[in-house]
């Protein structure tokens, strides 16, 4: 088995870089992408957790995009994650990340929650610092059940606490990740807000772009999903991929390599995602490997 859409604690995971690689040579998983939110900085332990061990790793980053109908995730495999250019998009997002963060903190205490952009803070123990953290904080003070709860109620699109972030253009996602020489995938696309003929005319709009790729296993979907994602694949001559989307604790019911137990996502899609590569994937790790 392979997972190709896992984060750690470099965003919004519960385990660091090399618990992730740890557990996934214990499971005997062949290979895994490690995806974090608008970020690298984990790629560098995992690389080394990863070396001398059987276990492919693939470099990612999930990049956040514009889009009012709903959520849109562009996955770049096979990154080059030192390439100045890719760099500087993740900058320009981590500022972004900066200006919302406080703002979140100030709407939660005019609620009465004790919740400062500090504990938000020690929680992430990365660079990246998002709602999931201020989520965390906010179960462990009693203000929340459990993280769903505080999306629901306080930090989703319709929560009391909601603030509203700007985002990289999904064309511009599209261009960082070919940049570094990596594989722009369409992640999770049950998410995105368009389904039927407009996703795929949303799809072709993409693919226009620079898109490479599109999620045909996930944890979320149903079987009649993978087969219409499947379908939009050969139209639009995509790479099919697919992961979990592992978070660790933060959604627990999703096990590394399984999802909620039954997701199978088949070492049979390694090798055309590697030749949809257009470069190499670092300095120490195998460019393309597959």
């Given at each position: 088995m392979?997972?190709?859409?896992?984060?750690?604690?470099?965003?919004?995971?519960?385990?660091?870089?090399?618990?992730?690689?740890?557990?996934?040579?214990?499971?005997?998983?062949?290979?895994?992408?490690?995806?974090?939110?608008?970020?690298?900085?984990?790629?560098?332990?995992a690389i080394d957790a990863a070396t001398g061990t059987d276990l492919i790793l693939i470099p990612g980053v999930e990049l956040s995009a514009k889009n009012e109908k709903g959520s849109l995730h562009i996955v770049g495999l096979h990154i080059d994650h030192e390439n100045p250019r890719l760099a500087s998009g993740l900058q320009r997002v981590l500022d972004m990340r900066n200006e919302r963060n406080p703002r979140i903190a100030k709407k939660l205490g005019?609620?009465?929650?004790?919740?400062?952009?500090?504990?938000?803070?020690?929680?992430?123990?990365?660079?990246?610092?998002?709602?999931?953290h201020f989520a965390r904080v906010m179960v462990d003070r009693g203000y929340a059940k459990d993280p769903k709860d505080a999306f629901t109620r306080f930090l989703?699109?319709?929560?009391?606490?909601?603030?509203?972030?700007?985002r990289l253009d999904p064309a511009e996602c599209i261009d960082l990740i070919l940049q570094a020489g990596g594989v722009p995938i369409l992640a999770h696309p049950d998410q995105i807000g368009f389904a039927g003929e407009d996703l795929d005319a949303f799809v072709g709009q993409l693919v226009g772009m620079g898109?490479?790729?599109?999620?045909?296993?996930?944890?979320?979907?149903?079987?009649?999903?993978?087969?219409?994602?499947?379908?939009?694949?050969?139209?639009?001559?995509l790479v099919r991929s697919g992961g979990t989307d592992f978070h660790g604790a933060l959604k627990p019911d999703i096990k590394l390599g399984r999802g909620f137990g039954s997701l199978y996502v088949p070492d049979e899609l390694l090798e055309p995602i590697a030749l949809a590569s257009t470069g190499t994937c670092g300095n120490r790790t195998h460019p393309a490997r597959y």
């Open positions: 392979i997972d190709l859409h896992t984060h750690s604690t470099a965003s919004d995971g519960s385990l660091s870089p090399r618990s992730i690689i740890e557990l996934a040579n214990k499971i005997g998983l062949k290979a895994l992408a490690l995806t974090d939110h608008d970020t690298v900085a984990g790629l560098d332990e005019e609620l009465g929650m004790h919740v400062s952009l500090e504990d938000a803070t020690e929680f992430a123990g990365g660079e990246v610092v998002g709602r999931p989703g699109k319709k929560g009391a606490a909601y603030v509203f972030k700007e898109l490479k790729g599109i999620e045909v296993f996930c944890s979320s979907y149903k079987s009649h999903l993978t087969t219409q994602y499947t379908r939009l694949a050969r139209k639009y001559d």
